[in-house]
């Protein structure tokens, strides 16, 4: 029958505190001025990544794992490890679960894909309850507009549209959040343009289909969806304006000739959000879903049918209603440590609408606790009301003496932290800030590991993805493409490049080295990894783990 008791690691003792330590954001890449890391002095990453080739010298060790895409199979190489095999850039909830679960899940883009692809999607509840504002009322989709693959993705909108027109949707308003941020600034206008043309297909065809409001991502919650054809001149007009930036764009809402807003929520009416990833979507899902909800005043308070592409919070169970099944992700590793007594301490910076990267998402999108009494997660408070490039160096400083403190209290045996620095600045695409922020990590990161060098601990360094390594878009062969202006095109979203993963520190069994047969080491290699460190052997069904014990 099924245990939770892990058994034995044959050669590495327990009682060893570990601190795992992800860089968000982090990637390898090429060094040249677009490489944030290369510029920036970062001395305790640099001595992680020598240290490879000393390994013999010393107990740090040094790999490259895969970025966190959710892929299951993969091909070429990257100095022996996984490399792309699509175009899907990592990103933190993938990076995380995978971190976190050490098994590989097909997870919401993909979901959505299958059950687009089947049809399934028109089959379930959560469309059933929808379509039954169809034949009277309007059907509102909302969500981030972009092919970025990280929130939401262009085509599943398209196919949604079709799907839901092609099954009586008569009147349909798409309510738009410009991106920006997962893919290249600027780049909304053509989004929007492909779906006007989508658009203006289907009302040849006789339905009622406009772009109704929008805003910047970042600007806007879309709780503003107060109400298009003339869609494409307010991003155009708004994108004029000097400074104009896509994740920031001031909310609008098309009007007709009488001033009159073309797509307001009304009563009987559906409503649809249709980003499959869940961090950012839970906040806007209370707005419309609770009938108590006390954030903010909500003025107008519509009686419609709400369902949300995925669940987006299996313990609060929100949205009630859902298009797609969310991944089951059972059996982390953080349940199974608890289980076997390890005490857990996690810590990361808060920012707006993001969940705990080494919480929610390295507990498979589980909020709150396992066990109350062996877990402690802190959250720091972001700066409100900035951009993180005018404060580049975040919280780094104040993350670090938590989980310092943490480790030096004798209290817990494993302390986890994201320092967050990489890629929140990465996504500003102010280079010389993500430069700053860098450096801020890099001295985080030392903080942490004195204090496990204090206690004769453990470190396991990495990161979820990459991001601040490279800053510029880029022609196949490598080289930075020019934009319009003739300036360089700023990268602000995440990269396709593999991230480090180190192992190190006093308490390191001195046999301990990376192993060689692991074909493509990713993300999902590190839990079974961290779970050895403990001195635990892992699951049967989690990827295998990234070291081995030398016989003497
Ligand atoms: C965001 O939500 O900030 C970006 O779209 C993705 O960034 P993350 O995956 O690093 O959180
Ligand atoms: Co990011």
Known sequence: GFSWT????????????VAVVVLDGWGEANPDEYNCIHVAQTPVMDSLKNACSLHALTHRFCAILGCSREVETSEGSWNGCRSSIDDDMGNSEVGHNALGAGRIFAQGAKLVDQALASGKIY???????????????????????????????????????KGASERG???????????????LDGSSVGFVETLEN??????????????ASGGGRMYVTMDRYEND??????????????????????????????GNAVGPVLDGDAVVTINFRADRMVMLAKALEYADFDKFDRVRVPKFRYAGMLQYDGELKLPSRYLVS?????????????????????????????????TFFWNGNRSGYFDETKEE???????????????????????????????????????????????????????????????????????????VEQVGGIYLVTADHGNAEDMVKRSKSGKPLLGKSGGIQILT????????????????????????????????????????????????????TLIEVAEN
């Not at 349909?172 to 991106?179: A, F, G, N, S």
């Not at 480790?407 to 994201?418: A, P």
Request: charged share 25%.
């Open 169 to 183: 949707a008569k009147r349909i308003r798409v309510h738009i959040l410009t991106d920006g941020r997962d893919v």
């Open 326 to 358: 969310p991944p089951e992700i059972e059996r982390t590793s953080g349940e199974y440590l608890v289980k076997n007594g390890i005490r857990t301490f996690a810590c990361r910076q808060v920012e707006t609408v993001k969940f705990g990267h080494v």
């Open 6 to 17: 892990l058994p034995d690691h044959p050669k590495l003792p327990k009682g060893k505190p």
């Open 123 to 161: 089959e379930g509840d959560g469309f059933n309850y929808i379509k039954e504002s169809f034949e009277n009322a309007t059907l509102h989709l909302i969500g981030l507009l972009s092919d970025g693959g990280v929130h939401s993705r262009l085509d599943q909108l398209q196919l949604l549209l």
């Open 198 to 211: 989508d658009l203006s297909q289907l009302r040849e065809k006789g339905i009622d289909a406009r772009i």
């Open 377 to 451: 997660y802190v959250e720091i408070p972001s700066d409100s009301g900035i951009t993180f490039n005018v404060a580049p160096k975040m919280k780094a400083l104040e993350i670090a003496e938590k989980a310092r403190d943490a480790i030096l209290s004798g209290k817990f045996d494993q302390v986890r932290v994201n320092l967050p620095n990489g890629d929140m600045v990465g996504h500003t695409g102010d280079i010389e800030a993500t430069v700053v922020t860098c450096k801020a990590a890099d001295a985080a990161a030392k903080i942490i590991l004195d204090a």
């Open 229 to 258: 054809w003339d869609v494409i001149k307010p991003v155009k007009t708004l994108r004029a304006e000097p400074n104009a930036n896509d994740q920031y764009l001031p909310p609008f809402v098309i009007v007709d000739d009488s």
């Open 493 to 544: 979203s995440h990269t396709l490049q593999p991230v480090p993963a180190a192992i190190g520190g006093p308490g390191l069994h001195p046999g301990v080295k990376f192993r060689t047969d692991i074909q493509t080491p990713g993300l999902a290699n590190v839990a079974a990894t961290v779970m050895n460190l403990h001195g635990f052997e892992a699951p049967a069904d989690y990827e295998p």
